[in-house]
Nanobody, 123 residues
């Protein structure tokens, strides 16, 4: 069983930065793909970007290209989401998700989810 815990959310001004962390507890191997999703108020949850088990990064939200970056530290069992030049439309609850999926691509479905961390971008 794998447990994911997000942290690092908060309130920032437009143009600000945040770094979210997703720490895994339990048995995890290098064969896990990790993704970040977000859900804005009144909207459906959307996939933002993911990192495959071979460390290939996929962007699924064009609006974050050039501003968001994902990385992983396997020794710390942690995946990071670096968010720069934040905009009000980035506001939402951010979730990390994991799935055992070996390969250069990210899976469609994810078996493990964190509880989410709130990000608010407002002046």
């Amino acid at each position: 069983q794998l447990q994911l815990v997000e942290s690092g959310g908060g309130s920032v001004l437009p143009g600000g930065s945040l770094r979210l962390s997703c720490k895994a507890y339990g048995e995890i191997s290098y064969f896990y793909a990790i993704a970040w999703f977000r859900q804005a108020p009144g909207m459906e949850r959307e996939k933002v970007l993911c990192i495959s088990s071979t460390d290939k990064v996929e962007y699924h939200a064009d609006s974050v290209k050039g501003r968001f970056a994902i990385s992983r530290d396997n020794d710390k069992k942690t995946v990071y989401l670096e968010m720069n030049n934040l905009k009000p439309e980035d506001t939402g609850v951010y979730y990390c998700a994991a799935d055992l999926y070996f390969g250069s691509e990210c899976p469609t479905d994810y078996a493990y989810w964190g509880q989410g961390t709130q990000v608010t971008v407002s002046s």
